[in-house]
């Protein structure tokens, strides 16, 4: 274990800071620590923009394909805990479908569809809560889609999803793979199993398995499984910190509702400030040196993405809620390298469309004034960053 002496800010941060209100954190770590060594988290944290880009490319050096790595444990192995070789077969049957051309003609207008259904139901209301009643279900309900659920119950497919996060969750603090994690995900495989029979027309799941060469059913299983929970997560997440940034920003809610060309900047400035996945990890797979830190094999080496994008060597006013800013696609929100987020045009897709219908269906949101409604919007957490709750009223 590293002398947390050599890193004298990081051995003082707690867990409650990183999940909280990370960023002033994050800007003195970068300052004097851009690699360092966090007791809270038993990992290194890097803080720098190009030394999170250096790590996140370099597969070699730095590894997802580690014991440590817990979902491969509950859901087995799939292309998000794998590097190589194997990672390139387990990926490439997926890369078509997900590319930006085919998400558009397939997804658009399902997904407009269930958006204009979901703001139907709440337009009369008069108030709601944006992150549990629109942006969760605009994410399950795209991604059930994509893999051929659409005849599934919802709420199984999220009583599926709670239960594997949870025992994923289990095991990242050291216990086996729990009973229930194994039920879950065997109702889930059984429920797939049936998608990759279908024309490749049909569903994503069904195109990656016409061009599987190879795959086993179980590993498109898997892979189809890290797929429906990242982009449930992430993609809710988006949504809601979207809405946040621009609902705390009325300047420019006004001037998108004016001008709606101007929404995939905004899109692209709240993923900046506030990336739904907030670290990614990887495992030195040798002893190596980045930056002032001496890092051993074996040793967990946490990217923050949310400390590489305020990095203020690359975005002036790092903090600013800024889309006019010239390099926006500079952000590292959906990582780099061979693990970059292979969903990343299905999630601007749907983050866009989502936007876009709130502020037509309801011109006059605005975040309830109430202090806690304020403080519960304000997005945080540990590794996947969100609001808590967005309570807004019309």
């Known amino acids: ?29 970068r300052a004097a620590e851009p690699v360092s060594w966090l007791p809270a988290l038993n990992a290194w944290l890097v803080t720098r923009h190009d030394l999170a880009i250096a790590v996140m490319r370099d597969a070699k050096t730095y590894t997802v394909d580690h014991p440590g ?57 008069g108030e709601a809560e944006l992150r549990r009643e629109f942006a969760g279900p605009v994410a399950v309900k795209t991604m059930m889609t994509a893999l051929g659920l659409d005849d599934v119950v919802e709420t199984a497919v999220l009583g599926w999803y709670d239960t594997i996060v949870q025992a ?30 279908r024309n490749p027309e049909a569903n994503l ?33 988006m949504i809601a910190n979207a809405l946040y940034f621009l609902l705390t920003n009325p300047a420019w809610l006004k001037r998108v509702q004016a001008d709606a060309t101007l929404l995939p900047a905004v899109i692209e400035e709240t993923l900046r400030l506030e990336p739904a996945a907030g670290v990614v990890d990887r495992y030195a797979a040798q002893d190596t040196r980045l930056a002032n830190a001496e890092i051993a094999a074996g040793d967990l080496v946490r990217v923050s993405l949310s400390g590489a994008n305020r990095d203020s060597a690359v ?25 970059v987020c292979l969903g990343l045009h299905l999630a601007r897709l749907e983050a866009q469309l989502a936007v876009q219908q709130v502020l037509v269906r309801l011109p006059e949101v605005q975040l309830q004034p109430s202090e806690m409604a304020i403080a519960v919007a304000k997005p945080r957490g540990l590794v996947f960053r969100k609001p808590e709750a967005l309570w807004v009223r019309w």
């Open 315 to 339: 975005f002036p006013e790092p903090d600013r809620f800024n889309p006019l800013r010239p390099n926006l696609r500079e952000h590292v929100a959906f990582a780099q390298g061979p693990h």
């Open 168 to 197: 994923v969750t289990q095991v990242t603090a050291g216990e086996p793979v729990s009973a229930e994690g194994r039920a879950a995900f065997a109702a889930l495989r059984q429920t797939l199993l049936p998608s990759l029979r």
């Open 1 to 29: 274990m590293p002398d947390s002496a050599n890193f004298p800010l990081g051995a003082q941060i707690t867990l409650d800071e990183l999940a909280g209100d990370v960023h002033p954190v994050l800007h003195r770590l």
């Open 69 to 125: 790595f817990s979902t491969a444990q509950v859901v087995g192995p799939s292309m998000l805990s794998l590097d190589g070789a194997e990672h390139v077969r387990q990926r490439r049957p997926f890369e078509a479908p997900f590319r930006r051309t085919a998400v558009h003609n397939r997804f658009r207008q399902s997904v407009a569809q269930h958006i204009s259904k979901l703001l139907d139901e709440l337009v009369p209301k």
């Open 205 to 237: 799941l069904a195109a990656a398995s016409g061009m599987a060469q190879g795959l086993s059913d179980e590993e498109i299983v898997s892979n189809a499984a890290v797929l429906l929970f990242g982009g449930i997560e992430t993609t809710e997440g």
